[in-house]
Nanobody, 125 residues
Framework: QVQLVESGGGSVQAGGSARLSCVIS????????MGWFRQAPGKEREGVAA???????AYADAVKGRFTISQDSAENKVYLRMDSLEPEDTGMYYC???????????????????WGQGTQVTVSS
């Protein structure tokens, strides 16, 4: 059974930084995409960052230049470094794995097969 557990959320002031971690168990890193998504109250879940097995990364326009996704295959971990946080970054952050091998990582939450329970990030102005 694949399980993902996020950590590292909390309350941060605008302009600050945070680092989210995601530990994956029951799964071995392969030719798959890992993604970070977020969901604000009353809004749909949206893709934030994704990383392929080859290390290629992709970012939503809203976080480009501020967020960095990385992975440690040996430790089965995925990270999201968030800098210059803004109140608009507030939301529940989820990591997920897409078990379909794709030429490019998908932004669609429906393409991801397993999800963590989420970790809350609150950015105050």
């Amino acid at each position: 059974q694949v399980q993902l557990v996020e950590s590292g959320g909390g309350s941060v002031q605008a302009g600050g930084s945070a680092r989210l971690s995601c530990v994956i168990s029951g799964y071995t890193f392969n030719n798959h995409c890992m993604g970070w998504f977020r969901q604000a109250p009353g809004k749909e879940r949206e893709g934030v960052a994704a990383i392929g097995a080859d290390g290629r990364t992709a970012y939503a326009d809203a976080v480009k230049g501020r967020f960095t996704i990385s992975q440690d295959s040996a430790e089965n971990k995925v990270y999201l470094r968030m800098d210059s946080l803004e109140p608009e970054d507030t939301g529940m952050y989820y990591c997920a794995v897409d078990l379909m091998v794709r030429p490019r990582c998908s932004w669609s939450p429906s393409e991801y097969n397993f999800w963590g329970q989420g970790t809350q990030v609150t950015v105050s102005s």
